[in-house]
């Protein structure tokens, strides 16, 4: 009788699930990387660009594109390739499946009609927090009758991608790393510093790790002006019932500043306890 196989305990594919490598689609996970090649600032590619993002040669990269235009995931020039409508499908299928994403949206809809504020739910994606679920952007008085725009940062939409060590979330999910986890993701960014996305940006990575240390501690994290101008942001951790983070939810506000910074903190950590059975 054949010996069962053995799977390996670190995955080829940093951040996915160990498989063995006879299991490993090489082709599909090329495939892959050369959608993930496109972001806000790399909107369009040729084959050349695709390579070098992707790690991959240039050849392989041009059969890969041309393969993903002919299934209709990407547009092309005949030169450049951007990333076409179909995509969605991936994302508009996660949210209207998966349990998380419709766990929250009940609750993020209940705070921000109790506040006029604006929630949001993210988790990490190795150097980005990915939003999977947010409250709208107004709410009507009825006895006014007029319409308020409540404060959302830029790019606070579902699906969105934001630096994790610049935002209120990324923080508390890099906080509920096991240390020796955060010491390896912190490690490459001691030498090159962190993205500045405005003056108030933190850019020290030892500086990150101590603001990352405080949000252990706390429990809590708290973020201004770091990602947009204007903008402030309160996040706890959401917890299921073996005590795992598995997101963070967080409140964007123009007024989380001075004495009343912390005044949604008490909404926020019942939100959390609400949701624990739920995730």
């Given at each position: 009788?054949?010996?069962?196989?053995?799977?390996?305990?670190?995955?080829p594919l940093p951040g996915t699930f160990p498989i063995?490598?006879?299991?490993?689609?090489?082709?599909?996970?090329?495939?892959?990387?050369?959608?993930?090649?496109?972001?806000?600032?790399?909107?369009?590619?040729?084959?050349?660009?695709?390579?070098?993002?992707?790690?991959?040669?240039?050849?392989a990269a041009r059969r890969h594109l041309l393969t993903?235009?002919?299934?209709?995931?990407?547009?092309?020039?005949?030169?450049?390739?951007?990333?076409?409508?179909?995509?969605?499908?991936?994302?508009?299928?996660?949210?209207?499946?998966?349990?998380?994403?419709?766990?929250?949206?009940?609750?993020?809809?209940?705070?921000?009609?109790?506040?006029?504020?604006?929630?949001?739910?993210?988790?990490?994606?190795?150097?980005?927090?990915?939003?999977?679920?947010?409250?709208?952007?107004?709410?009507?008085?009825?006895?006014?009758?007029?319409?308020?725009?409540?404060?959302?940062?830029?790019?606070?939409?579902?699906?969105?991608?934001?630096?994790?060590?610049?935002?209120?979330?990324?923080?508390?999910?890099?906080?509920?790393?096991?240390?020796?986890?955060?010491?390896?993701?912190?490690?490459?960014?001691?030498?090159?510093?962190?993205?500045?996305?405005?003056?108030?940006?933190?850019?020290?990575?030892?500086?990150?790790?101590?603001?990352?240390?405080?949000?252990?501690?706390?429990?809590?994290?708290?973020?201004?002006?770091?990602?947009?101008?204007?903008?402030?942001?309160?996040?706890?951790?959401?917890?299921?019932?073996?005590?795992?983070?598995?997101?963070?939810?967080?409140?964007?506000?123009?007024?989380?500043?001075?004495?009343?910074?912390?005044?949604?903190?008490?909404?926020?950590?019942?939100?959390?306890?609400?949701?624990?059975?739920?995730?």
């Open positions: 009788m054949a010996e069962p196989r053995k799977t390996p305990t670190r995955s063995a490598k006879a299991d490993l689609i090489e082709g599909m996970a090329k495939g892959m990387a050369v959608l993930e090649a496109f972001d806000p600032q790399r909107q369009r590619l040729n084959a050349t660009l695709a390579a070098e993002r992707a790690g991959i040669t240039r050849a993903l235009t002919h299934l209709g995931y990407l547009e092309t020039d005949g030169r450049y390739f951007w990333l076409a409508a179909k995509v969605l499908r991936f994302s508009g299928s996660y949210l209207a499946t998966a349990r998380l994403p419709r766990a929250v949206q009940p609750t993020l809809n209940r705070l921000a009609a109790q506040s006029q504020a604006s929630f949001s739910v993210a988790v990490l994606d190795g150097d980005e927090v990915v939003i999977i679920g947010r409250s709208g952007m107004e709410w009507k008085s009825t006895e006014t009758k007029t319409v308020h725009a409540r404060v959302l940062a830029y790019g606070l939409h579902l699906g969105a991608r934001l630096p994790a060590h610049a935002t209120s979330t990324g923080r508390v999910l890099l906080a509920a790393k096991a240390r020796s986890d955060f010491n390896a993701w912190l490690k490459p960014r001691l030498a090159t510093g962190l993205a500045r996305l405005t003056v108030h940006t933190t850019t020290d990575a030892r500086a990150l790790r101590a603001l990352v240390e405080k949000a252990r501690a706390d429990d809590y994290c708290q973020a201004s002006e770091e990602h947009e101008l204007g903008v402030h942001a309160l996040a706890v951790p959401l917890r299921d019932m073996q005590g795992h983070t598995v997101a963070a939810i967080n409140v964007v506000s123009s007024s989380l500043v001075g004495a009343g910074r912390l005044s949604m903190l008490p909404l926020l950590l019942d939100a959390a306890r609400e949701l624990r059975p739920l995730l």
